[in-house]
């Protein structure tokens, strides 16, 4: 039997006359028993939709667009990532889970004027609704009856590369766009200067203004406009897709619709995160800014200020995210404002609140927040007395609430702290319950305090494996606590304006792993007043710079200063500004950095790690280790006698598409679908199969239309043989697709795709879980024959999980194979090949008995010259 043979013949009349482009079709001898590959080229051309001269597309927020970028009009295939296909936008995510985007809107060539957008409804199974109210005005921070919320957001120019955040001897420590040219270990290319980065005095985007706040806008010349989305997936919603469309409008032209799909997965986030956060929230800061004065006494100002708080804490907890701070403690007991956040009356629709944590309260409270506790003169016996007394008010009114002393902040007096958290610990009543709390190395807290309960480290001077030593230690102490303060590049994200959109998304997958399990302290989220580095009270609408000194301009670094940082210390932006009355809105309330979106991405996802590590903690290990190979003290040092810098690049992509597909793998894992994904490469022929149950008559929109991949035709295609005719046909859009078929598939967007299977795809019923003798129980491919001839079939392996080859049965209607025999038999009764074949992108690989089928994969296999009337099938177990 001949295994190489190419018919030239019979491939020049299967390739098919193509009018829209030429592909890459790949074919085999009529007689061979070896695939043979024929490469021609596939060309795809993405049409732009925009009715106005707008130009526009969406990412998901955290490959930040600068506002001069005009991606889209350059070129529209680059921009397409894994929430924009070139025409529309896909989403996913759970119940009480909020997802978003990031519609940008380019204006290539002249200005476009009286823009709006509005979008408030999708609609999913049995024409369920994800409805948004209108509102206008200080109703936009009432979150009832509003899980669209519409955003224009403002952007801030970038002056200079911090000096705090993230330190400069090494390149690769400074957020990627913002590096100058480097080789080796991150030494810059001599003769570069703060021009060579490439996001030099660029404007970045951050403050959300609430879309009813700007109604209309322009845009100018070769600029663009981001339109930031949040949808708030309520835990009612019906699993499913959901559709609607974004209108777009600019002055009289007709309004632009952009198709909206979201898929609701079949699980609910948590009300309590699984990752505890605790952010600070300023006092004088916002009184200066809504009432015009740090501590107001007049009681129409204090109410004023006490609202602003409250909606504060009211966007902290939409964004699950913590608060602490705001009004200081009154003796041995939580200001009475407090009453309603930590009972969680104030999260409750009655007080203009709703999503994720209705009805739960704010998680934690520091007492004495940087060390503003009163009786450090009172010695022992006054610890032992306040600290009961706190005590005893949380165990009778808040007892789900985490609380802490805060000692100090960022001290070295270590036998101060050390006799302070010793006092605690000696209190023979319930004060002893008391966690001490400081921020201070790791290191530090663990030899030079060890009755401090939790040392707050902010980076790592030292080798992993002393690090490793002093976290096991506290880990392993039920009354000790790991905790991390802000970040710092390389160990983790930070919160700097310039760093890279996933840096926030870093730090809580770095907090899943590395188990810091008190919470992740953010020092100030209103730091309004640089008093620290003496420039005043900030105009943060104008400003990116937000605390340190500026001295000056620097060839190298831009605009700098003694630790000169962008956004440091500041999450929130005054609705209200009576010191800069210009940029006011009016607000009694806060607005929102796309930061604290960010961090919330990073949350989120935090829960989904949780749950699906319950679930298959092996692959969850293996999903973190991927996507954050080394972080925090992971890093160690290069040198332990002089621990004081570390020469290395971030170890994490920083690609959104690369963390939606690690969401979706662990979404996967947490519904119970063991169907994994699969990675469709860009203009690469794949031969697939598919893994699971779709249902009857699900066309190919049905199952890949969601998946970000483009039109039909011009950005994707797909084929299948038919044995009837030895010939491909195109499967279309609206073709039918089903297990056990083997299926062709290309795609040309410029970037690698994610292909999932439906919510709805069962897993494919087998009671047989391996070898079969009998369809009975195992599923049944039937294959095509030829008189006295080969004739390939190209098959799909129908499950989610590998099997072993060597467990596939045939079965014929003849006496031969009748009961079921192996493929080794069946080839030596000239019925069916034991080879298979499959594509692996550059040529065909051939796999035998001793090898496995994978999940999503298509297979050549021959039947041979002695089949034809004995109707032949495979027969296939469940592993």
């Not at 409270?365 to 600290?387: C, N, P, Q, R, V």
């Not at 002393?405 to 209190?427: G, K, M, T």
């Not at 700097?496 to 020092?523: C, H, M, P």
Request: charged share 20%.
């Amino acid at each position: 039997m001949t295994t190489e043979c190419q018919n030239k013949r019979f491939i020049q009349q299967h390739i098919m006359p193509i009018k829209k482009f030429d592909m890459t079709l790949i074919y085999f001898s009529r007689t061979a028993v070896t695939p043979t590959l024929v490469i021609l080229t596939f060309i795809l051309f993405l049409i732009p939709t925009s009715a106005s001269a707008l130009v526009i597309w969406a990412n998901n927020g955290e490959d930040k667009v600068t506002q001069d970028e005009l991606r889209a009009s350059t070129n529209p295939s680059a921009v397409t990532n894994s929430v924009w296909d070139g025409k529309k936008i896909n989403l996913f995510g759970a119940r009480n889970e909020t997802t978003s985007f990031c519609l940008v809107l380019e204006s290539p060539n002249q200005t476009a004027a009286n823009v709006s957008a509005r979008f408030n409804t999708l609609t999913g199974p049995g024409d369920a609704k994800i409805h948004s109210r209108p509102t206008s005005g200080n109703g936009v921070l009432n979150w009832v009856d509003r899980p669209i919320e519409l955003y224009y957001v403002r952007y801030l120019q970038i002056k200079g590369i911090g000096q705090l955040l993230y330190e400069d001897y090494d390149e690769r420590h400074i957020p990627e766009r913002l590096r100058r040219p480097w080789t080796g270990e991150g030494f810059p290319v001599a003769g570069t200067d703060w021009t060579d980065r490439p996001d030099h005095n660029k404007y970045y985007p951050d403050i959300a203004i609430p879309l009813e706040l700007q109604p209309s806008f322009n845009i100018a010349k070769n600029k663009n406009q981001c339109i930031w989305v949040d949808i708030y997936i309520p835990k009612s919603a019906t699993p499913g897709i959901y559709t609607g469309s974004i209108e777009v409008t600019e002055g009289y032209h007709p309004a632009t619709q952009v198709p909206v799909n979201l898929r609701v997965r079949n699980f609910t986030l948590p009300d309590k995160p699984s990752l505890k956060t605790m952010l600070v929230l300023g006092y004088e800061e916002i009184n200066q800014r809504y009432v015009g004065e740090p501590y107001p006494n007049a009681p129409e100002k204090l109410e004023i200020s006490r609202k602003v708080l409250d909606k504060h804490f009211q966007m902290a907890h939409r964004h699950r995210i913590s608060l602490i701070g705001g009004e200081e403690d009154a003796t041995d007991q939580p200001n009475a404002n407090w009453g309603p956040r930590l009972s969680g009356q104030l999260f409750t629709p009655a007080q203009g609140y709703d999503g994720p944590g209705v009805g739960l309260g704010n998680r934690i409270y520091s007492i004495g927040l940087y060390s503003k506790w009163t009786w450090k003169d009172e010695g022992e016996a006054g610890m032992h007395g306040h600290t009961n007394a706190w005590v005893n008010w949380f165990d009778s009114n808040a007892s789900d609430t985490d609380y802490f002393l805060y000692l100090i902040d960022e001290s070295d007096n270590f036998p101060q702290i050390e006799q302070w958290a010793s006092w605690i610990n000696s209190n023979p009543g319930p004060g002893k319950k008391m966690p001490s709390f400081a921020t201070m190395d790791i290191l530090d807290g663990v030899d030079k305090t060890p009755s401090l309960d939790i040392p707050c480290a902010a980076n790592y001077h030292a080798t992993t494996l002393m690090v490793n030593a002093a976290a096991q230690q506290l880990s392993g102490n039920p009354d000790k606590h790991l905790c991390q303060y802000n970040g710092l590049r390389p160990y983790t994200g930070s919160f700097a304006t310039e760093d890279d959109g996933v840096a926030l998304r870093v730090i809580a997958w770095s907090q899943f792993k590395k188990k810091i399990d008190f919470n992740w302290f953010y020092w100030a989220s209103t730091y309004y007043d640089n008093y620290q580095g003496g420039t005043g009270q900030t105009d943060v609408f104008n400003s990116a710079f937000t605390f340190g000194a500026i001295s000056g301009y620097d060839s190298v670094a831009g605009e700098t200063g003694w630790n000169y940082s962008n956004g440091d210390g500041v999450l929130f932006y005054p609705g209200t500004d009576k010191i800069y009355p210009a940029e006011s809105y009016g607000l009694d309330g806060p607005i929102a950095s796309l930061r604290l979106k960010h961090w919330r991405r990073g949350i989120q996802d935090g829960d989904y790690l949780t749950l699906a590590a319950a679930i298959n903690p092996d692959a969850v290990n293996a999903i973190v280790q991927r996507m954050i190979p080394t972080v925090l003290w992971e890093y160690g040092v290069d040198e332990p006698t002089d621990p004081s810098y570390i020469r290395t690049d971030i170890s994490w992509s920083t690609d959104p598409d690369k963390w939606e597909t690690a969401r979706t793998e662990l979404a996967n894992i947490i519904e119970g679908n063991s169907v994994p994904t699969y990675s469709l490469a860009h203009n690469q022929w794949h031969q697939i199969s598919l893994p699971c149950n779709p249902g009857t008559n699900k066309t190919a929109a049905d199952i890949f239309g969601d998946d970000g991949l483009g039109d039909y035709g011009s950005s994707w295609a797909m084929w299948s043989y038919e044995t009837s005719t030895n010939r491909y046909k195109e499967v279309g859009i609206d073709g039918t697709l089903k297990q056990g078929i083997g299926y062709w598939i290309i795609q040309n967007s410029g970037d690698t795709k994610t292909l999932n299977m439906p919510l709805s795809c069962a897993p494919t019923t087998t009671s047989q879980p391996q070898a079969c003798a009998s369809d009975q129980g195992c599923y049944k491919i039937s294959l095509g024959t030829r008189t006295n001839a080969v004739q390939w079939n190209m098959i799909g392996y129908p499950h989610a999980n590998t099997s072993s080859i060597d467990n596939t049965r045939v079965t014929t209607r003849s006496d031969e194979c009748k009961n079921g025999c192996t493929l080794n038999i069946a080839e030596r009764k000239n019925i069916i090949s034991e080879q298979l074949w499959t594509y692996n992108g550059t040529d065909y690989t051939m796999l035998k008995t001793n090898d496995k089928y994978d999940p999503w994969t298509g297979y050549w296999l021959a039947t041979l010259e002695d089949s034809d009337g004995k109707i032949p099938s495979l027969l296939l177990g469940g592993r």
